[in-house]
């Protein structure tokens, strides 16, 4: 069973367990999240590194299947479903927000109370969110790269928080061609990381080897050639 298969069978059981046992309060659902991630043996999505808040960063997975696959917050109460996922609420809105917005001062004249509450840890978030939805099948590639475009030019502040995000999906990108076969050297890694970049149009954000390789064992299932022979070429 590949990785991203284990992901939604753990939210879909993480969801089952929450509408049989009434679940109403966040941290009890991270709970429940990481219990069921933890049977399968499966992370939530993540990149190469994990943080000490990395259940409640993927509530946004929860809340995505949930309302984009199992269409579950019809069936909840809104009440609930708002002290739940009042986070992610707020994010699906400024990413509505963002896409209408042509520069960071305009979005600013439109609500400036978002801009006084937007940071690097809600911008990371944002593109966590908008990353999923594209990781689970919601929206496809053009979609996403336009929005990771948008981000970039609208949200200036927060530029460096983005180029680090770039960085992590074009190791994703170029882990789903090694998957696939279309990568058989350090060559054509580097080929495709310029690829892959060129067409995100964001700056500085080429990861190294190193990088990928993490990142893409999250995802993939790499053959262990492919990554010995990428290792060594990396020395």
Not at 75 to 99: A, G, H, M, P
Request: charged residues 30%; contains cysteine; aromatic residues 10%.
């Amino acid at each position: 069973m590949n990785l991203k298969r284990k992901r939604v069978i753990a939210l879909v059981n993480a969801w089952s367990r929450i509408v049989k046992e009434n679940i109403t309060s966040r941290e009890q659902v991270k709970e429940v999240l990481q219990r069921c991630y933890e049977e399968l043996d499966v992370e939530p999505i993540r990149g190469s590194s994990s943080s000490p808040d990395l259940y409640d960063k993927d509530i946004v997975s929860l809340y995505i299947v949930g309302k984009w696959g199992l269409g579950i917050d019809k069936d909840l109460s809104r009440e609930i479903f708002k002290n739940i996922f009042n986070l992610e609420i707020v994010i699906e809105k400024i990413v509505d927000k963002i896409q209408k917005s042509s520069s960071y001062e305009e979005l600013c004249k439109e609500d400036s109370k978002l801009c006084e509450s937007l940071d690097d840890k809600l911008v990371a978030r944002i593109l966590r969110y908008m990353f999923t939805l594209y990781y689970f099948g919601f929206i496809d590639r053009t979609i996403f790269a336009q929005f990771m475009r948008k981000a970039y030019l609208v949200l200036k502040p927060m530029e460096d928080t983005i180029k680090r995000f770039a960085k992590f999906v074009i190791a994703y990108e170029v882990g789903k061609k090694m998957v696939e076969n279309e990568i058989k050297s350090k060559i054509e890694l580097n080929m495709e990381k310029n690829a892959v970049a060129l067409d995100l149009g964001i700056p500085n954000a080429l990861p190294s080897i190193g990088y990928i390789l993490e990142v893409t064992k999250h995802f993939f299932e790499i053959p262990q050639n492919l990554t010995n022979s990428l290792k060594s070429e990396h020395r």
